[in-house]
């Protein structure tokens, strides 16, 4: 079962007073290019995070946004410095003694000096908090692949179409070839009669004229391995993944056996069916680049 490298996942989780939202989407990618956007209080999963997606997708670029609420009413702590808050009041009282005056300070005067009274917040449990984020991860990344197989299996049927198509056209070039050299045969044997009026045809080198030119347009070779090349591409079609960068390598062979029949044609409606060949063939081609 192939898949696209184009998709979408969206989970959202509540445990508890705590809720994991997690977003992804994908595009293609010569490799698996992933950028993950979170709260900095999960950075720590990062590496558990690339590793998870890792069992669900090998290729394409790929988003993933994450946000975390956490509800609960001891997310933080007012923690207070009895210390600092002592040196504080020495410090007042020299500055009292030393400039002569009135010793005021109050609770509130106190309260407001940096770091005696802070507010912390709460070591997080870091398996507790991986445990609601990997099942919002898992519940996205399923989505996420599943969207990806549908897309993969239009893009499969779409393919095999169009090799169809091009059996098709190569079928026609492969009838074509003999009737090519049939009608130059006639043409040539035309030509020399007209020439030579009265006087007979020399058989043995009308034949060898006619041998050489049908080597120069013989496209039999090429033929039979873009065949090759595309029954070797429904078979690639039929394997679970990681196919994309064969199936591209296909195709250009592919290309390849088409441009050489292009440019031995010496017909009209073979360089047409040999134009339509490289035509689907890239159509062939663009298809692969969404494939994983």
Known sequence: ????????????ITEGERKFTVELKGVNHRYLDVNIRMPKKLNFF?????????????????DIFITYEDMSETQVSLKYNPTLA????????????????????RVSTLSRCPEVLTMEEQVLDEEELW?????????????????????????????????????ILVGYIETRSPEIVTEYRAKLETKVKELLEDAQIDEGRLAAEVVIFADKICTDEETVRLRSHIEH???????SEGIGRKLDFIAQEMNREANTILSKANDLETSNHAIDLKTGIEKV???????E
């Open 1 to 12: 079962m192939i898949k696209s490298m184009t998709g979408f996942g969206r989970c959202e």
């Open 46 to 62: 990062e590496s558990s995070i690339r590793n998870l997606l890792k069992q669900y997708a090998q290729r394409g670029k790929v």
């Open 86 to 105: 002592q040196e504080y009041l020495s410090y007042f009282k020299q500055m009292q003694e030393s400039f002569n005056l009135d010793y005021d300070i």
């Open 131 to 167: 445990n609601g984020l990997e099942k919002a991860l898992k519940g996205a990344f399923e989505q996420f692949r599943d969207t990806r197989i549908v897309e993969g299996e239009n893009l499969k049927k779409d393919i095999v179409e169009k090799l169809d198509e091009m059996l």
């Open 233 to 239: 591409m429904k078979k690639t079609l039929e394997a």
């Open 285 to 291: 081609r663009e298809q692969i680049q969404n494939i």
